[in-house]
């Protein structure tokens, strides 16, 4: 009878994580990882990317977007690529700095979900970058780098199913580089990393991963609400799977700072154990 138990008790696990993956979540892309109620920046003259992303349903999304948050909804769409819910809307000229805070609505498998996307219209960055103040350049600058992230996670190769029960941390993806064959597939995916992190997208994984997580609501909280915490997930995935341990000698793993007399510090966790990644 035990025996029984134990496969029942895994089928159930099975079955209701399948019925989970159908419960259908849309997330769009926060400009501020920790905190989506921070509007996108944008300017006058300037098309605005909208991005988002689906969890769960059918596999077919019908996308609409309300650019102004009037409840009338502007464009509507249909995609199978859960992973692109994006859209380019420009605002008419606004005479002062204003903030929309725009909707988005997903309708998949007889679900139908909303999310928001704030954006504020700076009125005053001029056209000519030439022509503009440090301050209009780094608005400039921050609209230039909400596209890339977007661009680069719309180049993503992806593998693995982030609700399955046992392997859905061990989801993979990557970028290639111009080649696009894999030849600089590995240094495309580390920049991209990189680049996530310097805009304090950090990794996220679903939890479905068996193992502790340092802080595990933290991860969860980065998981519920940033697309690219997922992407983040993947490359470190990706990128494992490319790494090699290699030999580190002591000499290089001392802990010792400063001049005559030299002090130990506490070494970080792992780090002398004589053993690197490469």
Same mark, same amino acid.
């Given at each position: ?142 609209? $230039? ?104 000698? $002591? ?28």
């Amino acid at each position: 009878m035990p025996i029984f138990r134990v496969v029942a008790a895994v089928l159930a696990v099975f079955t209701a994580s399948a019925a989970a993956a159908q419960n259908l979540r849309v997330i769009p892309v926060p400009w501020v990882a920790t905190d989506p109620a921070v509007p996108h920046v944008a300017y006058n003259g300037h098309p605005t990317t909208f991005k988002a992303i689906a969890r769960g349903g059918n596999g077919t999304y019908v996308v609409d977007w309300d650019f102004d948050g009037n409840g009338v909804y502007d464009v509507t769409f249909t995609t199978t690529n859960r992973y692109d819910l994006s859209t380019r809307f420009t605002y008419p000229t606004q005479a002062a700095d204003s903030t929309f805070v725009a909707r988005v609505r997903v309708t998949s498998g007889g679900q139908t979900v909303q999310g928001a996307y704030p954006v504020r219209v700076f009125a005053d960055v001029p056209a000519n970058p030439a022509a503009a103040t440090d301050r209009q350049l780094q608005v400039m600058r921050n609209v $230039a780098i909400d596209d890339g992230l977007w661009f680069l996670h719309k180049q993503m190769t992806r593998a693995g199913d982030e609700d399955h029960p046992v392997t859905g941390a061990q989801i993979t993806g990557f970028v290639d580089g111009e080649a696009g064959n894999g030849t600089y597939r590995t240094i495309a995916s580390g920049s991209f990393l990189e680049a996530l992190g310097l805009n304090l997208h950090f990794p996220a994984f679903p939890a479905a991963y068996l193992g502790e997580l340092p802080d595990p609501a933290a991860n969860a909280a980065r998981w519920a609400v940033d697309p690219y915490a997922e992407d983040a997930a993947r490359l470190v995935n990706h990128l494992l799977t490319q790494a090699s341990v290699v030999s580190v000698a $002591a000499s290089d793993e001392v802990d010792l700072v400063g001049f005559y007399p030299e002090i130990a510090l506490e070494p970080i966790a792992g780090t002398d154990d004589g053993i690197g990644i490469w």
